[in-house]
């Protein structure tokens, strides 16, 4: 090949009739080959952004249809839940468990039983005054929700709680942010 | 090295350009998505919505820089 049309440039930079033969049987083309990778990676991190655009509006549209707030529902008479006792049930829907605690005479709590870390069921510890998460040791404040120790960050989402001739109902359900 | 050489190497300068904001924008992206996560989590819905649309330029401003660099190869 004449020096003056040579596209390929070789690692030492000489020209490609001084090389040895076994880069002349293979020659790579080392700009074609870094600028082909590069392009190539330029793309994957464009399909990469896609994906996160994409998240992005999936949430968006997830907290369109779940802004809506949820039916009042009946847990428990004040008879069924004996004080230092926690009752479970599902509020708002069938796939989230909840616990109703039951403090005093009439003092009553309510929290989503998914532990905010990686969802495991937190169980009631009413007498150290906690919620107890035992995959990853996380633990809860019983009276307001908020993670005291272990990995969680974000407290626990709070059911509001109506009680009406004896009857405690769960109308709404409160996330909050660390 | 000759002039289309040259010319390769100028493109690959403008390729690594183009990466290294593709790659800003992506970080971006990213950091927004966690952030939205978490509020999301946290009960805050308020900021969902402009954090789809500010991904959604960033996407767009990426698919831009993509088509400039197909461009580049014709």
Redesign the interface.
């Known amino acids: 090949m004449d020096d003056d049309v040579q596209v390929t440039t070789f690692p030492d930079g000489r020209p490609e009739r001084v090389q040895p033969k076994w880069r002349q049987d293979f020659p790579v083309d080392l700009e074609a080959d870094e600028y082909g990778a590069r392009r190539d990676f330029t793309k994957l991190m464009v399909i990469t952004s896609l994906a996160f655009a994409c998240g992005q509006l999936w949430i968006a549209l997830l907290s369109t249809f779940r802004g809506r707030s949820p039916k009042e529902q009946r847990i428990a008479a004040i008879d069924e839940v004996q004080i230092g006792e926690a009752v479970r049930f599902h509020f708002p829907t069938e796939r989230d468990p909840c616990l109703l605690i039951r403090q005093s005479e009439d003092e009553f709590l309510a929290y989503s039983s998914l532990c905010t870390h990686l969802m495991c069921p937190v169980r009631p510890d009413v007498e150290h005054g906690r919620l107890h998460c035992p995959c990853h040791e996380g633990y809860f404040d019983l009276g307001t929700g908020r993670p005291t120790a272990g990995p969680p960050r974000r407290p626990l989402p709070r059911i509001h709680l109506r009680i009406d001739r004896g009857v405690v109902y769960a109308t709404d359900i409160e996330e909050r942010a660390s | 090295?000759?002039n289309?050489?040259k010319t390769?190497?100028q493109?690959?300068s403008v390729?690594?350009a183009?990466?290294i904001l593709?790659?800003i924008?992506?970080v971006m992206?990213?950091w927004?998505?966690t952030a939205?996560?978490?509020?999301?989590?946290?009960?805050?819905?308020t900021i969902?919505?402009p954090?789809?649309a500010a991904?959604?330029i960033?996407?767009g401003l990426?698919?831009g820089?993509?088509r400039f660099?197909n461009r580049l190869?014709r």
């Open positions: 090295m000759t289309v050489s390769r190497g493109r690959l390729v690594y183009i990466l593709v790659l924008l992506v992206q990213l927004l998505l939205t996560m978490n509020a999301f989590l946290g009960g805050n819905h969902v919505w954090a789809a991904s959604t960033c996407l990426n698919v820089l993509l660099l190869d």
